[in-house]
């Protein structure tokens, strides 16, 4: 069935009526006995459902917190000060602030932070739904963008037609000096790479829906039992079976964040300069270039043209700019 599409009218008239249950849901909370709460206590947020957020005290009890009228937009990841309610719940007073952000476009509503304080971005592609290098090329300029260090993940190996089908696109990360792991999270091949790669460090699984995120994470620790599922037999596309984002941590040190499977990773809010920024190879040649605001398409004396042609730059690479490029025209 066809999509029902929602005009401008219709989206406003949602948002409204949206933000009045929250503005109720708070306000009822701000009216709290505030001799009742507890002294405050630091803490990280582990869940984002709706209205709430889920926070862990250092012990690691878990806490359904309120949000004060002032807090908005807390995500995964953030450091936060809260109190205890006498029924066990809590409120977040104050957030601590950022050493980074993830954010992404939504539709209707601009950049959204998705998660904060993250270290590492494991980049997950899969040759099933599809290996698609624009995916990981736009992810690759968000987290060189974002001062998150990227690590291209290559999951389900067992299902590669031919152990090397896919080497030249690792291969073309790999030197470009990104790190790529090659796993697969039904024979358990790559995993104790992984491991030693999250030791410590606060990291996120990003990627298309059905890569397989939530299997790795299942796969690092059991016990959880995530829900995952099958392509969809019709379209081959993942289901979007994970649908909010969560932090757990590792046995020893270090946690990890699962996140909901994107169809596209919008990055509209990066400009022209950020995506040069993003796109590695091209920072040091893009001095070179005859124009100051060469935009490495068809300008004359183009560097970064000239070094495709030489082949010292991959054209997929290229080619990935020029769509990317393309969207954020689109979208100003
Ligand atoms: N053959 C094979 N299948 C895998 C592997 N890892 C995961 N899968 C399967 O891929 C499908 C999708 O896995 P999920 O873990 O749900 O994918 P996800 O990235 O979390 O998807 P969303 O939550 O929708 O974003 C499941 O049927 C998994 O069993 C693997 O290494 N090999
Ligand atoms: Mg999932
Ligand atoms: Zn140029």
Redesign the pocket.
């Known amino acids: 069935m066809a999509k029902r599409r929602i005009n401008h009218r219709q989206r406003r008239r949602i948002n409204a009526n949206r933000d009045q249950k929250v503005a109720k849901a708070k306000g009822a909370l701000d009216t709290f006995d505030e001799t009742q709460l507890s002294p405050e206590l630091k803490g990280l947020v582990v869940k984002h459902v709706r209205y709430h957020v889920e926070v862990e005290d250092q012990s690691r009890s878990r806490y359904r917190c309120h949000l004060r009228q002032h807090l908005s937009g807390l995500v995964v990841g953030d450091e936060v000060v809260f109190r205890v309610t006498p029924d066990g719940h809590g409120v977040v007073e104050a957030r601590l602030e950022r050493r980074s952000e993830l954010i992404r476009h939504v539709p209707y509503e601009g950049g959204k932070a998705i998660a904060a304080n993250v270290d590492q971005m494991f980049i997950?592609s899969?040759p099933k739904p599809d290996f698609n290098s624009q995916v990981i090329d736009r992810y690759l300029v968000a987290a060189e963008n974002l001062n998150i260090t990227p690590i291209v993940v290559l999951?389900?190996?067992?299902?590669l037609s031919r152990p090397n089908a896919l080497k030249a696109d690792i291969d073309t990360y790999t030197s470009l000096g990104y790190q790529c792991l090659l796993?697969?999270?039904?024979?358990g091949d790559g995993l104790s790479e992984l491991k030693v790669q999250l030791q410590g460090a606060n990291s996120i699984f990003v990627?298309q829906?059905?890569?397989?995120?939530?299997?790795i994470v299942n796969a690092l620790l059991p016990q959880l039992a995530l829900e995952?599922?099958?392509?969809s037999e019709n379209s081959g596309l993942?289901?979007?079976?994970?649908t909010s984002v969560n932090l757990y941590h590792l046995p020893e040190s270090g946690t990890i964040i699962?996140s909901?499977?994107v169809r596209e990773f919008s990055l509209w809010h990066i400009d022209k300069d950020q995506l040069v920024e993003g796109f590695i190879e091209f920072r040091s040649r893009q001095h070179l270039c005859k124009f100051r605001d060469c935009l490495h398409l068809d300008d004359p004396g183009c560097a970064i043209k000239h070094a495709v042609e030489e082949r010292e730059i991959s054209f997929k690479r290229y080619d990935s700019y020029q769509r990317i490029l393309q969207s954020i025209m689109d979208n100003q």
């Not at 999951?155 to 299902?159: A, H, P, S």
């Open positions: 997950v899969a999951n389900k190996l067992d299902l796993i697969s999270t039904k024979k990627g829906s059905g890569v397989g995120k939530s299997s995952t599922q099958p392509l993942g289901q979007h079976t994970t699962d909901p499977g």
